[in-house]
């Protein structure tokens, strides 16, 4: 079945670039019915969507984000990764990559997360 | 942004004994193509969330038959018929009918 994976620092400096990777596998990221998107979590906190993207690189982002985030695929790879740039304290979450199917507009499958905090 | 709003947020139950949770939006969540996107997730402690509902009342592949939605327009309510101890956690409404898709604020299911 299909997994997703994230990877990246757990610990990134205010003003810098945060960086994250999703690695799926059991199934391809070139399928065209699912999107791939980024969700996170602050501490103690509810859900919040960033982005998603097509395997064609279209992508869509949150609106309250979109100044500083990033969205992209790596179709060889079976890759998506997400960058932010410019964090402070309030990025720091557990961020989440998951999969959007497109008949039900949810969210199906999802990794485990990461922690990254800013500081 | 459409409000989604979940009550209660914490819910107390008896093993055995069902639990109800309202989601209630900010707008219609019916779309121009007639669907209505909106679905359910549970976090249990430590986890990742888990689809449990998609479009209002179809139950994910795996979901148990004790979990079922149901709702239209802007009132939206997962029921579950007789809680079991897997079932402790935070449960998550999300609408995807609007850009950009929001989620509710979490319902926290705990076993008293």
């Known amino acids: 079945q299909v997994q997703l994976q994230e990877s990246g620092p757990g610990l990134v400096k205010p003003s810098q670039t945060l960086s994250l990777t999703c690695t799926v596998s059991g199934g391809s990221i070139g399928s065209a019915d699912y999107y791939w998107s980024w969700v996170r979590q602050s501490p103690g906190k509810g859900l919040e969507w960033i982005a998603y993207i097509y395997y064609s690189g279209s992508a869509y982002y949150s609106p309250s984000l979109k100044s500083r985030v990033t969205i992209s695929v790596d179709t060889s790879k079976n890759q998506f990764s997400l960058k932010v740039n410019s964090v402070t304290a309030a990025d720091t979450a557990v961020y989440y990559c998951?999969?959007?199917?497109?008949?039900?507009?949810?969210?199906?499958?999802w990794g485990q997360g990461t922690m990254v905090t800013v500081s | 942004d459409i409000v989604m709003t979940q009550t209660p947020l914490s819910s107390p139950v008896t093993l055995g004994q069902p639990a109800s949770i309202s989601c209630r939006s900010s707008?219609?969540?019916?779309?121009?193509?007639?669907?209505?996107?909106l679905s359910w997730l549970q976090q249990r402690p430590g986890q990742p969330p888990r689809l449990l509902i998609y479009?209002?009342?179809n139950r994910f592949s795996g979901v148990p038959d004790r979990f079922s939605g149901s709702g239209a327009g802007t009132d939206f309510t997962l029921k579950i018929s007789r809680v079991e101890a897997e079932d402790v956690g935070v449960y998550y409404c999300?609408?995807?009918?609007?850009?950009?898709?929001?989620f509710g604020q979490g319902t926290k299911v705990e076993i008293k």
């Open positions: 707008q219609s969540l019916v779309h121009s193509n007639g669907n209505t996107y």
């Open positions: 999300m609408q995807a009918t609007h850009f950009p898709r929001t």
């Open positions: 998951a999969r959007r199917e497109l008949d039900g507009d949810a969210f199906d499958i």
């Open positions: 479009k209002v009342s």
